[in-house]
């Protein structure tokens, strides 16, 4: 079967920013144990405002009318044809270019706005929040199509994605992978003839659709525009990490970089002698490439694969001198972030950098790091540490930009 398709009522179910809502009735272990990286699925919901607080097509509209301030993140689409809205502005038409979007958008074209997450605070929100919880980057583009209209031709995704319809409705065709959990240099082949489609189903407003990675999927807008938001989900790869720890193992051990014996090919000695050093070779990477060495290295990348979350932080810092033992303060909403404690250090990365403090406040970072957003002050911090070394934490975090005021 390749498609599970579910159906469950909801009242008033807000998405907030996290996993449960999204797939929401459907619970998170199923959805794990069952669907991701495996199998294609469906919600219905009988929702359509299901995605109000997160985005509409009036918002969509209101992004579209902003367009000149981000002119390389918008293009428009039409059975696969792919136009930069900056090359509109370059063909010297003399037609605004906002304009000159919505022409093609008239006949046919699909407007893409891809990484909105990057400008959209509701969907910032949402892609920090569900990248943390699945340790992973996500990105977020915003499909809007014409009625009766078809902007891509069948095609599949070197990544997961959600399907969120926020508007109108999409009637999708879906066929098998041809190359399962496809690789970044792996692309579908779009000289193959078209698949027959395996699944067919309509989304609505409200519903969400999972589709792994290698899932071949092509779409049509129903009788209204449609508008919906891809969540791409990139995740931390074994295959990446295996080869960031080759490349730098090859950088350390000159071994590594050597020839096979001058004329190999042609003598069967040297050949000998190629696989002897092969193997010398392999045992060194399974002595020298550790597994929890590289998991807790994945671990600290992917503290630091999602948007700076640094809202108020011209206003922190302003404020950083009147901050009191008594004064509010919370970690940013959203936050990724990793705790590694030595003998002597304890390291906190976020924001692709890496803090550090005496590993004698391991234990207040902690606590910090922990408070999931609540509001806390730093008297409230437990432990030994004494009132001025609580301030000088709290001060230093605002700084970088862990926590913020409130």
């Known amino acids: 079967m390749l498609l599970a398709n579910q159906r469950g009522a909801v009242g008033n179910v807000r998405i907030k920013d996290r996993l449960s809502q999204l797939i929401h009735p459907l619970d998170e272990e199923t959805f794990r144990q069952d669907y991701w990286e495996r199998r294609p699925l469906v919600m219905h919901r009988d929702d359509p405002g299901y995605y109000a607080d997160l985005l509409t ?38 037609i605004n270019v906002l304009e000159a979007l919505y022409e093609r958008y008239r006949v046919g074209s699909t407007i893409v706005l891809n990484a909105l997450e990057q400008r959209w605070e509701p969907l910032q929100q949402l892609s920090r929040a569900l990248g943390a919880e699945l340790s992973c980057r996500i990105q977020m583009n915003v499909y809007c199509t014409p009625a ?39 692309p579908y082949d779009k000289s193959r003839p078209a698949p ?23 779409a049509t807008s129903g009788a209204g525009a449609s508008a919906h938001i891809t969540i791409g989900v990139h995740p931390v790869l074994y295959s990446q990490v295996i080869s960031d720890a080759l490349r730098d193992l090859f950088a350390e051990d000159v071994r590594f970089r050597k020839g096979f014996p001058a004329g190999f090919a042609a003598d069967a000695s040297r050949q000998r002698e190629a696989a002897d050093a092969l193997a010398e070779l392999l045992d060194v990477v399974r002595a020298k490439l550790s597994p929890q060495d590289m998991v807790a290295a994945s671990a600290k990348r992917a503290a630091s694969m999602g948007l700076p979350a640094l809202r108020h932080h011209l206003i922190d810092l302003e404020q950083l001198d009147a901050v009191t033992p008594g004064t509010s303060v919370r970690r940013r909403p959203g936050q990724r972030w990793h705790l590694t404690v030595t003998d002597d250090v304890a390291s906190l990365d976020f924001h692709d950098k890496t803090v550090q403090l005496p590993a004698s406040v391991a234990d207040a970072v902690q606590y910090v790091a922990e408070s999931n957003g609540e509001g806390f ?30």
């Open 377 to 406: 002050t730093p008297a409230d911090i437990p432990g030994d540490l004494d009132e001025p070394g609580r301030l000088v934490l709290v001060r230093t975090l605002l700084r970088e930009g862990f926590l913020t005021l409130g």
């Open 57 to 94: 097509l009036d918002d969509v509209d209101h992004v579209l009318s902003l367009t000149g301030i981000g002119l390389d993140s918008v293009r428009v689409v039409l059975d696969g044809n792919e136009t930069p809205v900056a090359k509109l502005a370059s063909e010297g038409s003399g």
């Open 148 to 186: 009766s209209s078809q902007g891509f031709a069948p095609h599949y995704d070197m990544h997961d994605v959600f399907v969120a319809q926020v508007h109108g409705s999409k009637h999708w065709r879906l066929a098998s992978q041809p190359y399962r959990l496809p690789l970044e240099g792996t």
């Open 196 to 218: 027959d489609p395996e699944q067919e189903v309509d989304l609505c407003a409200g519903d969400v659709m999972y589709l792994p990675r290698g899932t071949v999927h092509w």
